[in-house]
Structure formats: C-alpha cells, structure tokens
C-alpha cells in the first residue's frame, strides 16, 4: 500500500538558518512522483518542488530543495535561509503510476522566530 | 493566469442537509481533484473529474459525488450531512495528461461547519 510517513509534527528554525523537514514513503511501483506543498493558515496548498523517482539529481527551486534518497526511500525538504513567511504546514505528496492518486502525509507545523 | 477558485468559502449547514461546493480550474486545466481535510483524518482523496467523467475515487461514501462541466468547473455535493463532514474541502486542478510530474494547483478551500 502507498504510505507517506512525516515524523516531524512540529519544528523550530531562527530566522536566516536552513532547516530539513523529513520525509519517508513506501510504494513498490517502481515509478512514482514526490510533491512538497506547503500551507499557510489561510488553507491554500501552496506547491513547492517535485521530484520524479528516475530523476538523476535532486530538484531545486529557489530556496528549497529536495533531499532524495531513493535507496532509503527518504524525500527530504530543505528551506535555506528561512525566512518568516516560511512559517507554516508543510505536506509531502506521492503519486504512483498505478494509483494515480495523489496521497499525502501528515504534514509538519515549521514555525520560523526572528 | 487566474488561479483554482472556490466558492463558498464558508459554509454552516446542519445535521441532515445537503451542500454544493463549487471549483473553478485554471484555464486550460481539464481535470479537477476534490479533497477532505480534517485534523483527524489529514488530507484525503474524494475523486477526480476530467472530462466530464469521473476518472478515480477514494473511499468516500457515497453520499459524496461530483461532477464536471463541459468547460470544466466542476462541483461537489454531500447529502444528508453528518457532523464528520466538518472539514476544509480542497479542489485542485491540472492539466490531466497523467504524467507522473502533473503538478495539481489548489483552490484556497471551503470550510464546512456541520452542526
């Protein structure tokens, strides 16, 4: 079954430092998409980054990037330089080939202080 | 490009009654993806419409259904509501190639109040 597993219910970061959010999946179709969303308290999910399972490098966009380690089946999030709008729920996605369903984890609260 | 819109974005109904949600794609997007978030449950899968036609579905009851326009916006409805279905309600839209990268862009939500 398509699992994504976010252990981190909440994390702190100051201002201006990087910070990982975590995340792990479990599938057994060997080509999948990895989504990371983020959500203001205002409700919209906001996308961040993708990355596809054959995908040779990690993906960058901006300030984030995604840590992938296909082998440890990890997806990690990387915001360099928070900033204080980065405050907010932060989700990790996956779509399989097979489902095509979208599946999300439980999400993690970053709050960032100056 | 004028983003997901949804309407409303509040709603208050109670026990028994039905509700209508609706969700306007970005132009352009032919498919729209409905989802249940609760604290509880997190974000869930409801269904996907493209072209008219249901094309997947998460395990919902079936007193949720949709359906989607020929220019494809594309409502939702509960029936005989119950106050589990208090919940914020996301609509997301893509271009529907089902590639594995489709990106899905979300609406701001309707938050539902059951009572």
């Known amino acids: 079954a398509q699992k994504i597993t976010q252990t981190q219910p909440g994390m702190f970061v100051q201002e201006k430092e990087a910070v990982t959010l975590d995340c792990t999946y479990d599938?057994?179709?060997?080509?999948?998409?990895l989504f990371w969303y983020k959500q203001p308290s205002s409700g919209e999910m906001i996308f961040l980054i993708y990355?596809?399972?054959?995908?040779?490098q990690n993906a960058t966009e901006g300030r984030y990037s995604l840590n992938f380690q296909k082998a440890r089946k990890s997806a990690n999030l990387v915001i360099s330089a928070s900033q204080l709008g980065d405050s907010a729920m932060y989700f990790c996605?996956?779509?399989?080939?097979?489902?095509?369903?979208?599946?999300f984890g439980t999400g993690t609260r970053l709050q960032v202080f100056p | 490009k004028a983003g997901v819109t949804q309407t409303p974005r509040y709603l208050i109904k109670t026990r028994g009654q039905q509700v209508t949600l609706s969700c306007s794609p970005i132009s352009g997007h032919r498919s729209v993806s409905w989802y249940q978030q609760t604290p509880g449950q997190g974000l869930q899968f409801l269904f996907e419409y493209f072209s008219e036609t249901q094309r997947n579905k998460g395990n919902f009851p079936g007193r949720f259904s949709g359906r989607q326009f020929s220019n494809s916006r594309s409502e939702m409805n509960v029936s005989t509501l119950e106050l589990g279905d208090s919940a914020l309600y996301l609509c997301a839209s893509s271009t529907g190639d089902s590639q594995i990268q489709e990106t899905q862009y979300f609406g701001p939500g309707t938050r539902l109040l059951v009572l």
């Open positions: 996605a996956m779509r399989e080939v097979k489902t095509d369903k979208l599946i």
């Open positions: 990355q596809g399972s054959y995908d040779q």
């Open positions: 599938t057994s179709d060997p080509s999948y998409g």
